[in-house]
């Protein structure tokens, strides 16, 4: 699930991306349209870190469930 909103989140940031580089080239013609184009980016980018880093710990969880489940097994199999 995550996957999917990071997935559907760097396509919006593409698109902003590129109406920002259009923008760009008029800076004078479209002043605000620069500014509000510049802080949807940062908000969509944060939005697109915030999943990473969840990601990332959620990776995180299952390796540590995983270690744990390993080191129980090898317990046991030191204990017979």
Known sequence: ???????????EIESVRDRLN???EYPEIFKDE??????KI???MNKYMELQKATQHEGA???NENQEKLNLGS??????
């Open 1 to 11: 699930m995550i996957t999917n909103q990071m997935e559907k989140l760097s396509t």
């Open 75 to 80: 317990k046991e199999a030191n204990s017979k």
């Open 42 to 44: 940062d908000k969509l």
């Open 22 to 24: 259009k923008y760009i």
């Open 34 to 39: 620069l500014v509000e184009t510049s802080k």
């Open 61 to 63: 969880k299952v390796n």
